[in-house]
């Protein structure tokens, strides 16, 4: 087996150890990082992870034991992540709660249906941006209001129907957290995840081939949105490492939009934002699910660092891609969860075939290849993790 060299712990945080990773595209020591579904934490709950867990690393989350949070201090997980709103900021509401699901009226501009406590598949309907004419109503929805309530938070803006704090809490609140010298990165919907989300998925997707120039005033939108709610939080003292843009672009056999049209809307609004957050010291972290690969080439152009999850049912292998690109971009994922939910043998193999030769090409990170759901065991997962640590 091949060894890759581990620098003692006590000399390097976690926030310089991925930040080396980065800059310099060399793995020394492998972060660790992971997302689970809500019924994983509750499955595991049920099983007795709460009794793995030593007093020091069980968090209070408003007075309230927090097993995510508290899995994560446990297996040693490497980055904090926080939240920026580019939303509409539409008027949120609960507006009932029954029979298993949840219905809110979302910020992004649509109604959600969400099974309460699962990690499931949401029924969208009612989005508010049903034409040309109703967005040039709406667009003012993206300006940055510095007066009014803040866009970035420590908690996360999905189905949030609770008033906002100000940006002064919410600052104050985000650099308490960058204070345990984790990696902090703050996340937000990129400009075509944040689009389709008031606009309806079938209908940009509609735009994408019949309306371009719609397609990019919205992406616009978005981007400018993101890039002045940083410039503010920034100059109101903002301590953060980087920026993870969430994008969807593909499924498992291809991309959502073709290459040409990629290129001639999203790549330009994506470089813009890559070459803001390089010129105040950010790093930039990209995740999409689905078949992506062939657009790495234009995600190194606009200043991607870090792709994640890279989705291994959807033909990615990330021995192969950090062969390829892993002199000009980090890989953060691809471990199969599939394999995940198998044998220890079937784990094994996975980490080995995949880990390793990353590691050796460039930066890797690892992640699953989305995030963990419940037919993972409690005991699967952290034999994984421990044969990552024991690399």
């Known amino acids: 087996m091949v060894k890759i060299n581990i620098m003692d712990k006590k000399k390097i945080s976690k926030r310089d150890k991925v930040k080396k990773l ?17 019924d994983t934490l509750t499955n595991w ?20 034991f927090d097993l995510n949070l508290s899995l994560q201090k446990h297996f040693g997980f490497d980055f904090n992540m926080v939240f920026l709103d580019n939303s509409l900021r539409m008027p949120t509401k609960l507006i009932k709660e029954e029979n298993g699901f ?9 109604t959600a249906d969400k099974f309460i406590g ?23 929805r993206l300006d940055v209001n510095y007066d009014n309530l803040s866009r970035v938070d420590s908690e996360s803006f999905f189905m949030k129907y609770s008033e906002d704090k100000t940006w002064k809490e919410s600052i104050e609140d985000i650099n308490t957290i960058y204070t345990n010298n984790k990696y902090t990165f703050i996340n937000s919907y990129g400009p075509f995840e944040a689009a389709w989300r008031h606009r309806e998925f079938s209908e940009l997707l509609m735009d994408s081939v019949l309306d371009e120039l719609f397609i ?18 920034l100059s109101m003292g903002l301590k953060i490492d980087g920026y993870f843009l969430i994008e969807d672009l593909g499924h498992t056999s291809g991309l959502l939009i073709s290459p040409k049209v990629y290129e001639r809307t999203l790549h330009k609004h994506h470089k813009r934002l890559g070459d803001y957050l390089h010129k105040n010291n950010l790093q930039f972290f990209m995740h999409s699910c689905g078949k992506v690969k062939e657009l790495i080439p234009l995600f190194i152009e606009e200043g991607i660092d870090v792709l994640q999850a890279i989705e291994a049912k959807a033909d ?23 394999k995940l939910a198998r044998s220890k043998d079937d784990i094994k193999r996975e980490i080995y075939n995949k880990v390793i030769p990353a590691s050796k090409n460039g930066g890797y990170i690892y992640h699953s290849d989305h995030s963990i759901p419940p037919e993972v065991s409690l005991e699967n997962y952290i034999y994984a993790i421990d044969l990552i640590k024991s690399l």
């Open 118 to 140: 699962l990690s499931r598949t949401m029924h969208m309907y009612n989005h508010v941006n049903t034409s040309k004419k109703v967005w040039e109503q709406l667009k003012h």
């Open 316 to 338: 990615q292998d990330v021995a192969h891609l950090s062969k390829e690109y892993g002199r000009d971009i980090c890989f953060m994922g691809n471990i199969d969860i599939r």
């Open 216 to 233: 990019d005033q919205m992406f616009e939108a978005h981007t400018n949105l993101i890039i002045e709610t940083l410039k503010k939080a």
């Open 22 to 38: 980065v800059n310099s595209r060399t793995t020394t020591s492998i972060p660790l990082y992971d997302s689970f579904w809500e």
């Open 45 to 64: 709950g049920n099983l007795g992870a709460t009794s793995i867990i030593a007093d020091k690393n069980k968090v209070l989350n408003k007075d309230k």
């Open 102 to 110: 949840i219905t809110v009226q979302d910020r992004c501009g649509y």
